[in-house]
């Protein structure tokens, strides 16, 4: 594990950033660590970046203190964080590729252009990232501000617990956490639960347009521009689609897509414990976890099926076959 106290000690600017359009994880992981900076180092320059944050996190310490446009400012040092590659960054790429140091907190394993190793704190069984940045602070400058935060962060990697991801470590730190003081069930409801009555009439859409393939064991769906200008709605809206349809009972794999501004096309990809969704993703140019991932292709919603179907039924094929070896 690093030591953050050594690796900043001689700094006296610091930026904080996470991937573009960041979930639950990357706003808690980066608010928290940025909010004990500003406390553990109140004569150091502590700043946030994040492009297109979702207002549904507004709730949390220090989210009106964020930036939303990158610098031309050069820092002592950048801190990345629940990002995976550097280009995930958008154009806050250029202050990291500016910055004098570099320090990298993942859960995530392609870093490799983020930090050096001896900078780095990159644990991909971890459950999220704001598990990692509750081991590297210091316990002693916790508050509720933090801990809010962390809660956060963790929640949404975690699915509230639910995901596979969550382990004894997680559910002791919450518990932790939560000894802080703030309303957890408050904040369960709405980080994760709480939705707006358009983002209800998308997902209604999109469970009503969805298919199941494969022997019922995957479910599609996908949502056009076309639908997100009627709804006046905009890929925020989208949060959560993909882990409700995960739960149709009998389904392995949920694939959701929509259709970017430009014609590209979105996918969101979700498993149980039958296959590995992050291969499938790394395959075809994106990334994530064994259990979350995504991805951006082009082309027509049919050839971003076949393909994402294709590799599907490789790891079922390739399970099968494990399978029948071991019973000779």
Known sequence: MIDLNELLKDKGSIAISAHIRPDGDALGSTLALCNYLKKRYPDKT????????????SFLPGYDDIRTAPSDEVYDVFIALDLGDADRLGKNRKMLDAAHDR?????????????TEDHSYVIPEASSTAELVYDVIDKD?????????????IICDTGV???????QKTMEIAGKLMTYGFDHTKVIGMAFYEKTYRQNLLLGRALMESILLMDRKVIVSYITQKTLRFYEADSKDLEGVVNQML?????????F?????????????????????AEIAAKLGGGGHDR??????????YDVVNNITAEIEAQYRATEEEDTSSKK
Not at 46 to 57: E, K, M, Q, R, S
Not at 103 to 115: E, Q, R, V
Not at 257 to 272: A, Q, W
């Open 141 to 153: 400058a916790m508050d509720d501000a933090i801990a809010v935060c962390i809660y956060t962060g």
């Open 103 to 115: 320090i990298c907190i993942d859960h995530h394993l392609n870093y490799t252009n983020l930090a």
């Open 161 to 167: 617990f639910q995901f596979s991801c969550t382990s």
């Open 257 to 277: 897509m929509y259709e970017t501004t430009t014609g590209e096309i979105k996918v969101s990809l979700r498993s149980n414990e039958h296959v590995n969704v």
């Open 292 to 301: 979350a991932a995504g991805l951006t292709l082009s082309g027509s919603f």
């Open 247 to 255: 739960y149709t009972k009998g389904v392995d794999v949920a694939i």
């Open 46 to 57: 502590t700043d946030l970046y994040l492009l297109d944050p979702n207002p549904v996190f």
